[in-house]
C-alpha cells in the first residue's frame, strides 16, 4: 500500500487527548467526535451508549467534539493530525472513545494517517462492518466489529469483534477478554473482545451486544 503525500501543516489544533481515565494510564491518546449522529449503523446500542452520558455531554466536551468532527469534514484533516502526532508523540491512538466512521470518505483520512504514521498503533471499534470489508488496512491499524448495530449479521465468527456484557460473571461466562479497565487487549491477538456496561444505572439492560 502506498504512503500517501500530505501537505505541511504546522498548527496543532489539540485534537489528541490524554484525559480518558482507563487509556492514558497505558499513554493512549484518544480521538473523538459526538456519538449517535455519526454512527449510521446504531441500533440497539443506542439505547445505553455510555458516549451519550454523563461526561460526554459537559458544555466543554461537546464543544471539543464538535469542533473535532468539523476538522473531519476538512480537507487538511489528515495533515492537521499528522502534525499533531509528530508534536505529542503518542504511540497508540483509539480512534474514537466516541464517534464511528461516518462515510468512506472520513476512513480513509485514517487509514492515510496510520500510513503516514508506521511507528504508531491505530485502533478503532466500529459498527460500519460492510465498509471497513471493502477496505485494505494498514498493518498499524486494528478494527474491532462491535455489535450491537444494524450489522451484526456480517460478523463472522472469526473477525475481530467486541460485545458488551452486564457483568464479568456473564463476560467470563462467554470467554470474551476484558477491556473493562485496560483497552491494551483490544489489540493483541484475541478476537473475542469483552466490555462490562458501565453506564448510567437508569439506562441498564439485562443484556447487550455493542
Known amino acids: 500500500m502506498a504512503i500517501p503525500k500530505l501537505s505541511c501543516v504546522k498548527a496543532v489544533i489539540d485534537m489528541l487527548s490524554f484525559s480518558n481515565t482507563k487509556l492514558k494510564r497505558d499513554g493512549i491518546a484518544a480521538f473523538s467526535i459526538p456519538a449517535g449522529s455519526t454512527c449510521p449503523n446504531k441500533g440497539i446500542c443506542a439505547k445505553g451508549c455510555y458516549a451519550m452520558q454523563g461526561f460526554f455531554l459537559m458544555p466543554n466536551v461537546r464543544e471539543a467534539l464538535k469542533r473535532n468532527y468539523l476538522e473531519t469534514r476538512g480537507s487538511q484533516f489528515a495533515s492537521k493530525m499528522h502534525a499533531e502526532i509528530q508534536k505529542k508523540k503518542p504511540k497508540m ?68 469483534h467486541s460485545k458488551v456484557f452486564p457483568s464479568f460473571a456473564d463476560m467470563t461466562k462467554a470467554k470474551y477478554k476484558d477491556t473493562t479497565t485496560n483497552d491494551i487487549n483490544a489489540i493483541g491477538r484475541n478476537k473475542k473482545i469483552g466490555l462490562v456496561y458501565h453506564g448510567a444505572k437508569s439506562k441498564q439492560f439485562d443484556s447487550i451486544a455493542m
Open 93 to 160: 491512538i483509539r480512534i474514537h472513545a466516541s464517534g464511528d466512521f461516518y462515510n468512506r470518505d472520513y476512513a480513509i483520512k485514517w487509514i492515510n494517517i496510520a500510513l503516514i504514521n508506521p511507528k504508531v498503533r491505530f485502533y478503532a471499534y466500529t459498527k460500519m462492518v460492510s465498509l471497513f470489508k471493502t477496505l485494505i488496512l494498514p498493518s498499524n491499524f486494528t478494527v474491532i466489529y462491535s455489535y450491537g448495530g444494524k450489522q451484526d449479521s456480517l460478523i463472522k465468527a472469526n473477525d475481530r
